[in-house]
């Protein structure tokens, strides 16, 4: 390098550092906006003396003082009222096959207005949507959507039901009241996509404005709720016994957890407790888990795991069972009980023929349960 | 002539360069794997290796400055050595059951508190005796500091090499503890001039075998309930294989690599590439072929690949697991595998590809950030044809993109962009980034035709999933939202991306942890810029405050610290951005440093000047060094530069580091004060250095730093020189 050269690259170098610059560049360009928060009375909580109340949307029955927030991070006692934070917040939004959720006995092949807001009432380490689940309302950005809007949004976007899923849609109890009115309004059907963390009182008022509602039960183990999900078991199964009870179209999904929950006693006493309480009509799907969130660490199930609760599931004398992402297998597509025939094949999210006529069998006319149309 | 005496010099026996070289060398091999444990514990990335590096050196330097406050004597010297050694056996059997410690299950992540208090705990076993070695060897050679630190540098300098050339390619972490523990009572026993303790030695001896013995059987306890099958330490990492059913898991430093089968993965890596230009001739696949994505990419009937993987134990430790059929893709004379870095291969090849796949770790460390920049996507494009294409894929979230997200995704896209004018996203809970010159199409009709006509057999990459994860709400919102960002290129100098990756993953444990991180990316850069001298000022202060002006010579070996450590791993850093990482040259770099600290202090012996010139001559040096480092950054340059380099910054440091202490232990302070300044200032430079100056602040302008920090300690030097003006 010559002389003149290196001076050069020298001064080259000492005007790139742009010294000017330095006092103001910051990597970190992004600042939220400001919170958007609803401030909107909440529908389930008692008063307690001191300003005081006590939330009984959900099991946790969370204490609070004034201006303390439940347990979920949603909800604020402001000067003894009790007030949802996210009502009509929505930070989450996607026109989503309803095979996604997943529901097979229900509008089969049909698109579903998904919404979410932030939030949750427990905090499971292998949560898909953590971003918007584990953090408090002022953490992520979040758009106004009033319930009207979400109808009209849903018909829009040529879907047959509104979807309240991704985090916890319990949390959003109020805001998902009224989106379903107004959804029925205008023709619309409701889903709830839920871990059933919610009291019986709360659950007979949605019942009476939806039109199905999937329970995720994340294992028949209280230990397993305890460590895994900061929550418990008995309030879930309650819940699901409620829905059955109330003749509310029901499915059930149970993530397999290589190691965690896929002891095949346990599934046999739970597929015994569902057949008992629920009946054997209730589809079960068995997901196949894929590392996330806390739980990156651990495999993914594998394929022939699936088929032994399956077959467990099966020989317990359920008669709807389904495995869950993987798509092409067998096992995601519907077989008439009674004669075994292929009633609706599907591969992946999508419906390759469906073989009912007016929700019975084509072949042997044997009802199929769930909501066909 | 040295001022110290030469008296005791004349009369070494054995023991008198034993102890010393001991000393460093345990001390190096210890921290090499104490590094390589945590890794497999926890996770590779710049803030754990922070914790680590900094709280060792953290306890090192209260373990040579309190050790005057322990009543020990040179009696204690072999005992303290062999307190060391069971030390590393508690550490080491401790870290591999750490999980049942924090009561989690395995696979589930240990955050970022967990890892800080390990690190912390681990250090103080570990590196605390070593600093009180450090003083005891002063004190045993009689006050003859230069030596201790000559015949420390020269044994670090061989564990460097012994460790890395002939004990991680051969033996697992804990067989390697043993034989150092072994190796280091043999020499106990043999040259001390002391008693050793028979009985304890024997014990620990005892233990060190059961560490050989044991070492698988306590890898699969760690593991369970997932049943372990398989363990191997290769040089670049280790490599656990758990089985359940038919699938087995790889693990490669207990981070989940891959699982086989596990179709979708392999598909994902894959086919969204592939289906851009199906009759692509020439493909490269930079790291990830053992997921599956091998067999994926040879469905392709006319294609040939290349697939670069670092590491050559993975290929035959894949072949003696899988099933016949699976492996025998493997010999397929399609396929070319090489063992190099995959920047090395690419500055090499002369090859031209037509799709190149990336699937490498994501930036997680400043090492593997290479792969996210700018230059890294220039040196591709220079080796893809007009309308190649090249894949990366990152992990994201498929409802909803965080703040931090969004930045790091954005980075991406932004510096994808800066070299390829069409870039795609395809959504889902990873993103893949697709990035061309020519035409690029992501729309589901486009790639099942391709499928169909190309009769590509897929299970989950197919119309039935495809219209779903490519629904036009979720692709245009994405781009959208990660294109909307000013643009923030993450480039080789100035190595932004790994820091959002830092962020984005610190926010998983709970968002204050994001939060500090993004603290620090707020603040001005000034500021920045000038911390280090505001930290190393600051702890002289207390000095002062204590000790008087007697202080004053701890100011040096304060910026000496913090010079060296961030010195050195930028100089690594600019290595492996020039020429790719290469296993042996980076031990042989490490080497040159350390036998530059040999060097100096020898040197010292010879040239130090009475009136304390040579320490003025080692601040010019280590600011000649600086000023080079930082003209050279931008340029070309000879392999043989950045040894240089850092050869000469030894040797300053060496020489330094024995110069300021003259005064120290003239002045009839702490034989450990010096020795313990140096390391706090090196604990400094190892928590701000890679963690958060080099992706803030950039290479460039973190040497404008470092100038700065030495300039001024020049001139405060120029008027006082300690200890030599003042009689």
């Known amino acids: 390098m010559k002389r003149r050269d290196f001076l050069k690259l020298s001064c080259g170098l000492c005007l790139s550092l742009r010294p000017g610059k330095l006092c103001s560049e910051s990597l970190f360009p992004l600042n939220l906006k400001q919170p958007n928060l609803s401030k909107v009375e909440a529908r389930y909580y008692e008063k307690l003396p001191d300003r005081e109340i006590k939330c009984t949307l959900c099991p946790r029955y969370c204490h609070l003082g004034d201006k303390e927030r439940g347990y979920c991070g949603v909800r604020e006692n402001d000067g003894g009222i009790y007030y949802t934070l996210v009502y009509g917040k929505v930070c989450a939004v996607n026109v989503d096959p309803i095979e996604k959720k997943p529901f097979f006995h229900f509008l089969p092949g049909t698109l579903a207005f998904s919404l979410a807001t932030a939030g949750c009432n427990v905090n499971c380490k292998f949560c898909q949507n953590w971003q918007i689940s584990q953090v408090r309302p002022e953490q992520v950005e979040a758009f106004d959507l009033p319930p009207e809007a979400v109808a009209l949004a849903a018909q829009r976007n040529n879907c047959l039901s509104v979807a309240y899923t991704y985090t916890e849609p319990v949390i959003f109890f109020e805001y998902m009241v009224d989106s379903s009115i107004a959804s029925r309004k205008r023709g619309l059907k409701n ?70 929950n896929d002891q095949e006693t346990m599934i046999r006493q739970m597929c015994r407790w569902l057949l008992k309480e629920v009946g054997p009509d209730v589809p079960l799907h068995f997901s196949r888990f894929h590392p996330m969130y806390l739980l990156k660490n651990l495999p993914p199930t594998p394929i022939s795991t699936l088929e032994k609760l399956y077959s467990i599931a099966k020989q317990e004398g359920l008669r709807y069972v389904y495995i869950g992402n993987v798509p092409g297998h067998k096992a995601e597509s519907t077989y008439c009980p009674f004669c075994g025939q292929l009633l609706i094949e599907r591969v992946g999210y999508q419906i390759e023929r469906i073989e009912l006529r007016d929700g019975k069998c084509r072949y042997c006319h044997a009802p199929i349960p769930g909501i066909w149309t | ?288 072929g053992f997921s599956g994505a091998i067999e994926e990419i040879l469905k392709y009937p006319q294609t040939s690949l290349d697939y670069v993987e670092i590491d050559p134990d993975i290929i035959p430790l894949l072949k003696s697991l899988l099933p016949s059929e699976k492996k025998s893709f493997f010999d397929s004379p399609r396929l070319t595998i090489h063992h190099l870095d995959g920047r090395a291969f690419l500055q090499k090849t002369k090859e031209i590809f037509d799709v190149v796949i990336v699937a490498i770790p994501e930036p997680a460390t400043a090492q593997l950030n290479r792969f996210y920049t700018r230059e890294f996507y220039s040196l591709i494009k220079d080796r893809l044809s007009n309308d190649g294409v090249v894949s990366i894929r990152v992990s994201s979230a498929e409802n909803y993109q965080s703040l931090s997200l969004t930045l790091y995704l954005n980075n991406i896209y932004a510096t994808l962009s ?78 932004k991306g790994f820091f959002y990756f830092l962020i984005h993953w610190a926010s998983q444990f709970g968002l204050n942890e994001a939060r500090i991180l993004e603290f620090f990316a707020k603040i001005p850069q000034i500021f920045l810029i000038f911390l280090p001298l505001l930290l190393c000022l600051t702890i002289f202060f207390f000095l002062f405050i204590v000790r008087g002006k007697a202080a004053l010579p701890g100011l040096p070996l304060i910026v000496l610290g913090f010079t060296s450590l961030m010195a050195e791993v930028l100089i690594l850093l600019w290595f492996q951005i020039r020429f790719g990482y290469i296993y042996e040259k980076i031990a042989l770099l490490i080497a040159f440093f350390m036998f530059g600290l040999f060097a100096g202090a020898f040197f010292s012996q010879k040239f130090t000047s009475p009136k304390g010139q040579s320490l003025l001559a080692d601040q010019t040096l280590i600011l000649v060094i600086l000023i080079f480092l930082l003209i050279l950054l931008p340029v070309k340059i000879s392999s043989f530069i950045p040894y240089f380099f850092l050869f000469l910054l030894g040797v300053a440091g060496g020489h330094l580091f024995v110069v300021s202490n003259l005064p120290l232990i003239k002045g009839g302070q702490s034989y450990g004060l010096g020795y313990g300044l140096d390391l706090a200032g090196s604990f400094l430079g190892a928590i701000l250095g890679s963690p958060l100056f080099f992706p803030i602040l950039g290479l460039p302008k973190s040497i404008l730093s470092l100038l700065i920090l030495n300039l001024s300690c020049l001139f405060l030097l120029l008027f006082y020189r300690p200890g030599f003006n003042h009689k």
């Open chain 1, 191 to 260: 889903v709830v996509v839920t871990g059933g963390h919610i009291n019986p009182e709360p659950l007979e008022d949605l019942i009476k404005v939806v039109d199905a509602i999937k329970v995720d039960l994340k294992s028949f183990s209280e230990a397993f709720y305890k460590e895994y999900v900061r929550g418990e078991l008995k309030p879930v199964l309650e819940a699901i016994k409620l829905i059955h009870q109330r003749k509310m179209w029901q499915e059930i999904v149970y993530l397999v957890i290589p190691t965690l």
């Open chain 2, 1 to 288: 002539m040295s001022l110290l005496s030469r008296s005791h010099s004349r009369n070494l026996d054995l023991s008198q360069i034993m102890f010393p070289f001991l000393l460093g060398f345990l001390s190096i091999s210890m921290q090499i794997f104490l590094l390589r444990e945590f890794l497999v514990q926890f996770y590779g990335n710049e803030i754990i290796y922070g914790f680590v590096l900094g709280f060792w050196l953290l306890w090192g330097s209260l373990g040579s400055l309190l050790a005057s406050k322990f009543s020990l004597q040179k009696k204690h010297l072999p005992l303290l050595f062999e307190i060391a050694i069971f030390s590393s056996l508690v550490v080491f059997s401790g870290l591999r059951f750490i999980r049942f410690l924090w009561g989690k299950p395995f696979g589930e992540s240990l955050g970022i508190s967990s890892s800080f208090f390990t690190a912390l705990i681990c250090c103080f076993l570990l590196s605390f005796p070593f600093g009180l070695l450090f003083f005891l060897n002063v004190a045993y050679l009689k006050g003859d500091l230069t030596k201790v630190y000559l015949l420390e540098s020269l044994g670090a300098c061989l564990a460097g090499l012994i460790v890395d050339l002939g004990l991680i390619p051969f033996f697992t972490c804990w067989q390697s503890i043993a034989l150092l523990g072994i190796f280091s009572l043999l020499l106990l026993l043999l040259f001390s001039p002391n008693k050793i303790n028979l009985v304890a030695s024997a014990l620990i001896s005892i233990a060190l075998f059961l560490f050989i013995i044991f070492d698988f059987q306590t890898q699969k306890i760690a593991t369970k309930p997932l049943p372990l099958i398989k363990s191997h330490d290769s040089p670049f990492g280790r490599w656990q294989v758990v089985k359940i059913d038919e699938q087995i898991t790889l693990y490669q430093d207990g981070l989940a690599a891959a699982s086989i089968p596990d179709p979708a993965e392999a598909e994902e890596i894959t086919h969204f590439a592939l289906l851009q230009r199906p009759e692509a001739k020439k493909i490269l696949l930079i790291g990830g």
């Open chain 2, 418 to 495: 800066s070299v390829f004018s069409n870039i795609e996203i395809i959504p889902g809970d990873t993103n893949i980034f697709l990035a061309s010159d020519g035409q690029l199409s992501i729309n589901p009709d486009f790639l099942v035709t391709n499928l169909k006509k190309y009769q590509i057999e897929t299970r989950f990459i197919r119309a039935q999933t495809l219209a779903a994860r490519l629904s036009p709400l979720r692709v245009e919102r994405l781009k959208s939202k990660v294109s909307s960002l000013s643009s923030s290129i993450n480039s080789d100098l100035q190595p």
